[in-house]
Antibody, heavy 119, light 108 residues
Framework: QVHLVQSGAEVKKPGASVKVSCKASGYRFTNYGINWVRQAPGQGLEWMGWISVNNGNTNYAQNLQGRATMTTDTATSTAYMDLRNLRSDDTAIYYC????????????WGQGTMVTVSS | EIVLTQSPGTLSLSPGERATLSCRASQSVSSSYLAWYQHKPGQAPRLLIYGASSRATGIPDRFSGSGSGTEFTLTISRLEPEDVAVYFCQQYGSSPRTFGQGTKLGIK
């Protein structure tokens, strides 16, 4: 069975950083990219960016303004999303999803990680 | 970027009825790179349809997708109680990928 299992909920203060993990199982990790998507309360889904697990290439959404960094560890089949200088409007459920930067639907998603930013 | 607008926002139907969900794009979706997902609270979203009309692995044939260009439809032919969820569309042919805001489907 193919799974993406994410790390647990986080509560952070404004200005802090958060690192969410996404552990893959049931398939060859290096054969697929990983995307990150978030959903703020009452809002729609927002694509944040993509990383090629094969070569580390990345593509980020413009509005993240360099605050996000996506990485992978092929030894543990884990992808990471690091978001810095957190603001209250970063409060959201964060999802990882398997797929390439374009031309691929997301066939496998993680269960989501709630990140709350509050003073 | 391509804006996807879904309608209706909320839909409530009886078991056995047909549900028709719409997704309209602000510009033509390249090569019908349009997907539909089912999202239940606390669960990972589930891919239903890709390429506008192809069912993903394991998806019952009650679910079907159609459309091209700027108009797309997800049809659930015979509603079952387990179909209660939010359904959202996604275009993945133009950067950045974008999502519709979702249709919340309930059962009467």
């Amino acid at each position: 069975q193919v799974h993406l299992v994410q790390s647990g909920a986080e509560v952070k203060k404004p200005g802090a950083s958060v690192k969410v993990s996404c552990k893959a199982s049931g398939y060859r990790f290096t054969n697929y990219g990983i995307n990150w998507v978030r959903q703020a309360p009452g809002q729609g889904l927002e694509w944040m960016g993509w990383i090629s697990v094969n070569n580390g290439n990345t593509n980020y959404a413009q509005n993240l303004q360099g605050r996000a960094t996506m990485t992978t560890d092929t030894a543990t089949s884990t992808a990471y999303m690091d978001l810095r200088n957190l603001r209250s409007d970063d409060t959201a459920i964060y999802y990882c999803a398997r797929g390439e930067v374009l031309y691929d639907a997301f066939d496998i998603w993680g269960q989501g990680t709630m990140v709350t930013v509050s003073s | 970027e391509i804006v996807l607008t879904q309608s209706p926002g909320t839909l409530s139907l009886s078991p056995g009825e047909r549900a028709t969900l719409s997704c309209r794009a602000s510009q033509s979706v390249s090569s019908s790179y349009l997907a539909w997902y089912q999202h239940k609270p606390g669960q990972a979203p589930r891919l239903l349809i890709y390429g506008a009309s192809s069912r993903a692995t394991g998806i019952p044939d009650r679910f079907s997708g159609s459309g091209s260009g700027t108009e797309f439809t997800l049809t659930i032919s015979r509603l079952e109680p387990e179909d209660v969820a939010v359904y959202f569309c996604q275009q993945y042919g133009s950067s950045p990928r974008t999502f519709g805001q979702g249709t919340k489907l309930g059962i009467k």
